[in-house]
Nanobody
Framework: QVQLVESGGGLVQPGGSLRLSCAASGSIPSFYAMGWWRQAPGKQRELVAQITSSRSTYYADSVKGRFTISRDNAKNTVYLEMNAMKPEDTAVYYC????????WGQGTQVTVSS
């Protein structure tokens, strides 16, 4: 059983920063890619950022230059540093890992509001 557990969500003012963490536990597979998706109310879930085992990264256009994804393979942890946050970043953020199957965390709420 693989578990992905997110932490670090919360309320932040526009222009502020948050750091999300996602730790994998259990029978951890070799994740080819790990990343973060988000889903805002009434919208489809979208890929925000991903990082492969070779540390190749992808960012959605809406977060380029503001968000940074990183990965600690030794700790089976992936991070998302979010800066210059905007109200439109408000969503539930889900950690994701891709191996022989896709694994998901339970989600963490991020709210950007003054």
């Amino acid at each position: 059983q693989v578990q992905l557990v997110e932490s670090g969500g919360g309320l932040v003012q526009p222009g502020g920063s948050l750091r999300l963490s996602c730790a994998a536990s259990g029978s951890i597979p070799s994740f080819y890619a790990m990343g973060w998706w988000r889903q805002a109310p009434g919208k489809q879930r979208e890929l925000v950022a991903q990082i492969t085992s070779s540390r190749s990264t992808y960012y959605a256009d809406s977060v380029k230059g503001r968000f940074t994804i990183s990965r600690d393979n030794a700790k089976n942890t992936v991070y998302l540093e979010m800066n210059a946050m905007k109200p439109e970043d408000t969503a539930v953020y889900y950690c994701w890992g891709s191996a022989s199957a896709a694994f998901w965390g339970q989600g963490t709420q991020v709210t950007v509001s003054s």
